[in-house]
Every structure is written in C-alpha cells, then in structure tokens.
C-alpha cells in the first residue's frame, strides 16, 4: 500500500525557516517524480514544486522560487521542502504527492501537514 | 502559465441527479487533463486521468471527455456521498496548474 506522510508543519513567525519532510513506502521511491502541491485555509489547490527521481531536476512555483528548496534522500525514500522568508501567504496545508511519471497526474497524495506563518 | 477555468463554481444538486463540471484551458493542452475530488477534512483523489480515462476503483459514474481547451466531468445519478469539491489540473506544461474548484452540495 502506497502512503506518503508529511510531517514538520508548525506555527512560524513571518521571517521564519522550516523543513517539511514526506516519508513515503510501498512504491519504489527513486522511481518516481514527487510533488508538492499546498492549500492556503479554505481556497483551492496550488502547485509548490517538483522533483525528478533523482533529484538532478527541481522547479518551483514563481509565488516559492527563491526562498523555497524541494530536495529528496532516495535512500530514506524520503522528500523535503526547506521554506525560507516565509510571509503570511504561505500558511496552508502542505501536501507531498506522487506523480506518474514526470510532469503527469498526482497518483497518490499525503494527507497534509500544516504551515502557519503569524507573529 | 496555463489558466485553467472551472464552472460552475458551487452546485446544488439533487440526489440521482447527473451533474456536469466543465474546465477550459487558456491554451491548447491535448488530454493532459485530469480531475481530481476533495471530501471535507480530506486529501485529493484522483478521478480521471487524460482526460477520460477511468481510474481502478473509482465508481463508474464518474466520466470525463474533452481535449484541447474544453473538457467535461459528467457524474450520472449523483450519490450523496459525492458531495465535494471538484478539481481539474494540466500536465501539459511546467507549471502544473489546477481550476479553482467546483463544490458541489447535495440538497
């Protein structure tokens, strides 16, 4: 069975670091190209960051590039997003997602780990 | 930047009912389009795949069709365990983007 966990959301001051981190099993890891995708408190879904398999290829969305850094440790089979300066218009729930390949659907999403940027 | 725009943005809708969500594309984006639905307190599910291809699991009256710019999701004889917001996204081109969401009520 698939899962994919994201952990490390916390209550942060604007200004703030954090590292999120998605643990994730039951597929080969370093397979796959890996998301992620947040969702600001009552809005819809926007597109994060993406990694390839092997780490050799990241993108980021223009509202993230700069401060954010996508990363994984295929021998932990794990994901991380390190968030830098973060603003207030960075809290959501930060979800980890699967993809099928690289640049294709989102086959299996974590179930979310909360980011709260306020002072 | 591919914008993706959804209608309606919010439906109330009878149970048995059959419900259609539409999602145009700003540009071209072949069948690179896929549908995805949100339960309250609850993560993403994909749907559809390109466009109208079923998903394993997924109850049959859950379809899609389309290509280019104009794609449909058609849910016949609505349950009310549909109630949930709807979301189409395009894996056409960097960056991958998302409609605002459809959500849809059971009355």
């Known amino acids: 069975e698939v899962q994919l966990v994201e952990s490390g959301g916390v209550v942060v001051q604007p200004g703030g670091s954090l590292r999120l981190s998605c643990a994730a099993s039951?597929?080969?890891?370093?397979?796959?190209?890996m998301h992620w995708v947040r969702q600001a408190p009552g809005k819809g879904l926007e597109w994060v960051s993406l990694i390839s398999w092997d780490g050799g290829s990241t993108y980021y969305a223009d509202s993230v590039k700069g401060r954010f850094t996508i990363s994984r440790d295929n021998s932990k089979n794990s994901l991380y997003l390190q968030m830098n300066s973060l603003r207030a218009e960075d809290t959501a729930l930060y979800y980890c997602?699967?993809?099928?390949?690289?640049?294709?659907?989102?086959?299996?999403w974590g179930q979310g780990t909360l980011v709260t940027v306020s002072s | 930047e591919i914008v993706l725009t959804q209608s309606p943005d919010f439906q109330s809708v009878t149970p048995k009912e059959k419900v259609t969500i539409t999602c145009r594309a700003s540009q071209s984006i072949g069948s690179s389009l896929h549908w995805y639905q949100q339960k309250p307190d609850q993560s993403p599910k994909l749907l559809i795949k390109y466009a109208s291809q079923s998903i394993s699991g997924v109850p049959s009256r859950f379809s899609g069709s389309g290509s280019g710019t104009d794609f449909t999701l058609t849910i016949n004889s609505l349950e009310a365990e549909d109630a949930a917001t709807y979301y189409c996204h395009q894996s056409s081109s960097l960056p991958p983007t998302f409609g605002q969401g459809t959500k849809l009520e059971i009355k």
């Open positions: 039951g597929f080969t890891f370093d397979d796959y190209a």
């Open positions: 997602a699967k993809d099928i390949r690289f640049l294709g659907y989102f086959d299996y």
